[in-house]
């Protein structure tokens, strides 16, 4: 091997030692490289997809068709006759808009003298025992106009109407007459003068106008069961 030979081999070996000795130390520098299979299966990161978050509320319930309401009855066409006695009713029944300089007033027991003009409105004719001279006086007028139990007395010998008790609640109607014995002796304590009647189901729920105690739909139920507990209500059917 000449000279220069040896020299080239030197030279070759020096560089090959100088790149394992470079090798060595990065690898001493970084560690150890880490194994890409351990074995072992990865375990997966937890996400709000892979695993549904848990809640405490309830499971949805589908709403189920609600119970079937009671039946409302629809109101009855009204005459022409009844709708003129209430078009009277709804115009007067207050005091402010009493019709007294025609009629006058009795006081604080008018509620008669009111039906009876009511009744007028809706075609009723004066006679001998029902009357008023309609002067503004109340009191000129007969018994019967004026008296919760003289009317009673008067639609019952006339035939003018037909008497019905509580108990015949859908036989009532707008436009009849509706009486009430407070203390249950027998007479007739309040009149008043039917303004609605509402059937809902088996219920019969009935209104009335009047004067005394100033109503347009004052509730039957309430008169006889909160106004005058135990009192009774009667009406009187007009044809």
Not at 109 to 127: E, H, L
Not at 133 to 156: C, E, H, L, Q, V
Not at 202 to 226: E, K, M, N, P, Q
Request: glycine share 8%.
């Amino acid at each position: 091997m000449t000279r220069w030979q040896r020299l080239g081999l030197t030279t070759a070996v020096g560089a090959v030692l100088a790149v394992g000795a470079t090798a060595l130390v990065v690898q001493a520098l970084e560690g150890p490289a880490e194994s890409t299979n351990t074995g072992q299966p990865k375990t997966a990161l937890a996400t709000d997809a892979a695993t549904p978050a848990k809640t405490d509320d309830p499971a949805r319930v589908t709403p189920t068709d609600p119970a079937a309401a009671a039946p409302v009855e629809a109101a009855p066409v009204v005459s022409a006759a009844v709708t003129a006695q209430m078009d009277y009713l709804l115009a007067h029944w207050q005091l402010d808009n009493y019709n007294s300089a025609e009629w006058g007033v009795l006081g604080e027991n008018d509620c008669v003298n009111f039906a009876s003009q009511a009744m007028i409105a809706r075609g009723w004719t004066m006679d001998g025992v029902w009357s008023s001279p309609k002067n503004g006086n109340a009191y000129d007028a007969s018994a019967a106009w004026r008296s919760s139990t003289a009317f009673m007395n008067y639609i019952a010998s006339t035939g003018k109407a037909t008497a019905l008790t509580d108990q015949q609640r859908d036989q009532v109607k707008v436009g009849d007459i509706a009486q009430f014995d407070w203390d249950n002796t027998g007479d007739r304590d309040h009149t008043g003068i039917v303004t609605k009647v509402e059937k809902v189901g088996d219920t019969i729920a009935i209104s009335f106008a009047g004067h005394t105690l100033d109503s347009d739909y004052r509730s039957v139920d309430t008169a006889i069961t909160v106004d005058h507990p135990g009192a009774t209500a009667y009406y009187w059917s007009v044809p």
